[in-house]
């Protein structure tokens, strides 16, 4: 299922979800991905740039032993953390490790990866922003990319894998677009031995990809409990402000708060998705 557009209008142009993708693009062209990288200057340059849980957890680099133990040529002790002497020295010294778990928000693992974070960015954060304005997108999108970065962390603390992209940031949106606009209609691209477009509820799309999350492979790559914990942070900050209409005067735009108080539209004004049944091919 690959979600392709979603019928959900907005009022304002989404200046900071722009931002965001440029920023994510441009690190990922200007700054990771130079011309003929080689697979080890990529972990070089994670090593160097990027979230690591170990040094989260300790608020210091990696030490060269720890970073041996895991990478080195007899290494693969990926749970390498405390490993060897303390007196070891730093294998980046003067790494700002808190500086990194920003940075990591806007770096990427591969095509795919900054491909489909961007898409879903796109289809999903203009309405949140829209709503919110921006910057209280800005602040929530940064927030629920710490958030997710802090729940992978407290699952695997002695981790030395860097941890690199948006998706624990973009699962708070999709969270928050979950509990805001369950019955959005979205265009989707279904594959099931051959392709073809349907519109879908944006609850079952979204519900969908959050259940995958924990049949992931534990040696895919994929920090499965960023992804839980970005989107499940989104969806309780949904809530509450769905839930409070105080918090929701607060935290929405006025010409949405004022119209909201009397009914809230599931569909974020699009109308019921049985409306566009006639967008699908064959119907």
Known sequence: MFPLADVNPTRRTPVVTIVVMLACIGVWFGWQQEPQRTDLEDLVFNIEEAAIPCELVRG????????TAAFGTNGGDLEACGLGSPESPPAVPGKSVWL???????????????????????I????IEDHLGRLRFLVFYLAAGLVATAVHVALQPDSVVPVVGASGAIAGVMGAYLVWFP???V????????????????????GFWFLLQFFTSPNSGVAWGAHVGGFVFGALVGAVVRLSGPV???SWKRDYRDQMDARWDPTGGAGDVHEYRRWTPGR
């Open 60 to 67: 210091r680099p990696l030490t060269t032993q720890e970073l």
């Open 100 to 122: 990194a778990a920003l940075a990591s928000l806007f770096f990427h693992g591969g095509w795919l990866h900054i491909g489909g974070n961007l898409l879903y960015l796109w």
């Open 124 to 127: 999903f954060g203009n309405n």
């Open 183 to 185: 019955r959005a209609p």
């Open 187 to 206: 265009r989707t691209l279904l594959v099931l031995g051959f392709p073809f477009l349907v519109t879908i509820q944006a609850r079952w799309i979204l």
């Open 248 to 250: 929701r005067h607060v």
